[in-house]
Nanobody, 116 residues
Framework: QVQLVESGGGLVQAGGSLTLSCAAS????????MGWYRQAPGKQRELVASITSRSVTNYADSVKGRFTISRDNAKNTVYLQMNSLKPEDTAVYYCKVLTSIGTPYWGQGTQVTVSS
């Protein structure tokens, strides 16, 4: 079992920045991929960014050049640095991890609101 606790969401003006954090606890040796998803009202949940245990990253086209995902394996934490935020980035952001056998675990979500 893996437990995830997210933090860092909030309200920010367009052009501003926020950093999300997701701390994992539990069966940490089995964590492989860590990532962030988001879901806006009336829309499907979508991948924002992911990072493997070897720090290979993947980004949605809509956030490339603005968001940066990183992980601190010593702290079992994944981060999402979000710069140049746009109103369309407004969503609930969820942390997700995949274990080495492909079992997914989700965080509870944190709200990010970008005002124009």
């Amino acid at each position: 079992q893996v437990q995830l606790v997210e933090s860092g969401g909030g309200l920010v003006q367009a052009g501003g920045s926020l950093t999300l954090s997701c701390a994992a606890s539990g069966s940490l040796l089995s964590i492989n991929i860590m990532g962030w998803y988001r879901q806006a009202p009336g829309k499907q949940r979508e991948l924002v960014a992911s990072i493997t245990s070897r720090s290979v990253t993947n980004y949605a086209d809509s956030v490339k050049g603005r968001f940066t995902i990183s992980r601190d394996n010593a702290k079992n934490t994944v981060y999402l640095q979000m710069n140049s935020l746009k109103p369309e980035d407004t969503a609930v952001y969820y942390c997700k991890v995949l274990t080495s056998i492909g079992t997914p675990y989700w965080g509870q979500g944190t709200q990010v609101t970008v005002s124009s």
